[in-house]
């Protein structure tokens, strides 16, 4: 058998279908790349990637969390809003330091996200009732400390102010620190007892618990898991404006699903992968900067465009099946 029989052999038994069922969140990303490089004569500079990383990295956060909410068969509607209390904590106690300015948030993200644990799992009150109700707290929350004005981190150390605004060589930290934390996730998804436990509550919350598993303290696990990495999204961008803002994070709870589907994971529970959340939230960047670089287009057809590609992906999903983990 010469080369090109063997090439020729592998080819058809490459599962094509399959391929473009787990990679679907890739290649929508790489044509809209190629799209966008030979669209805009700006967009392939390097100071435009650096540009949409530091954009997205915020949103990345939020939509990690939400991939292991999602994973388990839930929802979080209230990660905008505990990103904007966040915000305006980060801001109030920046002054005394970097390490304060964000250990704070993230505990007061994690209390948000254990009290939608215990409304889901104790109370037994639907995850998209109950996170519903503490979105509109929480955002009152924000609203009432503030008094409905921005707080500025006038006082803010030159570490804080770096955390949103830094480089390390030439990259934006808030880049890097979402690339990490992808890999975290994937490493912890893969690689321990919680991420498999995560899938086996998502896909089969009765088959988890004859199994033995405490499916309500990982629920639980989960839904603080989200607050603290949504607070840490709202420190990053209250170092980035140099404030806190009680009106931050509005609607992002929206685009964070959207990016966890684009990328894959069921909305269902139980099948997905943060691979695929990061190429979602790529996606999502790559849209909103080729909407700023054509200029003349209202921004509302961004919002037409996202949901055309989310509603794609959904019809993909139900018509070829769950996608593998990854």
């Known amino acids: 058998m010469n080369i090109v029989e063997l090439a020729v052999r592998k080819v058809k038994a490459f599962d094509f279908k399959k391929f473009f069922k787990d990679e679907g969140a890739l290649i929508t990303f790489i044509i809209l790349f190629l799209f966008a490089t030979f669209k805009y004569e700006q967009f392939f500079t390097v100071l435009n990637f650096k540009n949409v990383l530091r954009q997205v990295s915020m949103l990345g956060f939020v939509a990690i969390g ?3 909410v999602i994973l388990i068969g839930g929802i979080d509607l209230s990660v905008g809003s505990t990103l904007a209390v966040a915000g ?9 330091g970097v390490a304060v300015s964000i250990i704070i948030p993230i505990l007061i993200g994690i209390v948000f996200g254990l009290i939608n644990g215990i409304l889901v799992t104790k109370l037994k009150i639907v995850p998209f009732i109950a996170t519903l109700a503490t979105m509109l707290a929480i955002r009152g929350i924000a609203y009432i400390a503030t008094g409905e004005l921005s707080v500025g981190a006038n006082s803010a150390s030159e ?7 830094g480089f390390v ?3 934006p930290i808030p880049a890097i620190l979402f690339i990490l934390a992808i890999i975290v996730a994937i490493l912890i998804s893969k690689k321990t007892r919680f991420g498999r436990h995560v899938y086996a509550v998502g896909g089969n919350e009765d088959a988890s618990r004859m199994m033995g598993l405490k499916v309500d303290a990982i629920k639980m696990a989960v839904y603080a898991l989200s607050g603290a990495l949504s607070a840490f999204a709202g420190v990053i961008l209250a170092s980035r404006l140099g404030a806190g803002q009680p009106v931050a994070g509005d609607g992002w709870e929206l685009t964070a699903i959207a990016a966890t589907v684009i990328g894959g994971t069921l909305i269902v529970g139980g099948v997905g992968k943060f691979s695929g959340t990061f190429f979602g939230v790529l996606i999502i960047g790559l849209i909103q900067n080729m ?3 054509q200029g003349n287009l209202n921004v509302w057809w961004q919002n037409i465009l996202m949901g055309a590609i989310l509603l794609g992906v959904v019809v993909a999903q139900s018509q070829t099946g769950k996608v593998s983990k990854a």
């Open 291 to 293: 909407f700023n670089m």
């Open 66 to 68: 939400m991939t292991f």
């Open 88 to 96: 305006v904590v980060a801001a109030k106690v920046c002054s005394y």
């Open 169 to 171: 060589f030439g990259i």
């Open 159 to 165: 570490s804080f102010i770096q955390l949103g605004r």
